[in-house]
Nanobody
Framework: QVQLVESGGGLVQAGGSLGLSCAASGNIFSINVMGWYRQAPGKQRELVATITTGGSTNYADSVKGRFTISRDNAKNTVYLQMNSLKSEDIAVYYC?????????????????WGQGTQVTVSS
C-alpha cells in the first residue's frame, strides 16, 4: 500500500505565494510521474503540472510562468510553488504519483492520489 500526504494549502491574498508538498510512503520500488491536479467548485479536476523522474515538466497553460513543480526523488516528494496567485486558482489541489511496487513477487504499477488540500485566494 502507498500513501500520499499533502501539506501546505491555506489562505493567501491575490498576488501572493504558497507552496505545496506531497510525500509518498509505503511499498515503493520506484516512482515515475508525479503531478498536481486541482478541482474548483462545480468543475472537473484538471491538470496543473507533472514531473518525471528525470525532471521533465509539463504545465497547464493557465499556470505557466507562475507555478513551478519540482521533486526530491530521494524523499519521494513532489512540490508545487505557486506565485502570483489569482482568484481563479482557488481549488482543492491533489497530488498523484505513478508508483511501482513489488507484491507477491510481481512488480505492478498503480496511480495513487493524495487527500487534497484547499487553496483559497482572497482579493
Amino acid at each position: 500500500q502507498v500513501q500520499l500526504v499533502e501539506s501546505g494549502g491555506g489562505l493567501v491574498q491575490a498576488g501572493g505565494s504558497l507552496g505545496l508538498s506531497c510525500a509518498a510512503s509505503g511499498n515503493i520500488f520506484s516512482i515515475n510521474v508525479m503531478g498536481w491536479y486541482r478541482q474548483a467548485p462545480g468543475k472537473q479536476r484538471e491538470l496543473v503540472a507533472t514531473i518525471t523522474t528525470g525532471g521533465s515538466t509539463n504545465y497547464a497553460d493557465s499556470v505557466k510562468g507562475r507555478f513551478t513543480i519540482s521533486r526530491d526523488n530521494a524523499k519521494n516528494t513532489v512540490y508545487l510553488q505557486m506565485n502570483s496567485l489569482k482568484s481563479e486558482d482557488i481549488a482543492v489541489y491533489y497530488c498523484n504519483a505513478e508508483v511501482s511496487s513489488y507484491t507477491a513477487g510481481y512488480l505492478a504499477t498503480y496511480l495513487y492520489w493524495g487527500q487534497g488540500t484547499q487553496v483559497t485566494v482572497s482579493s
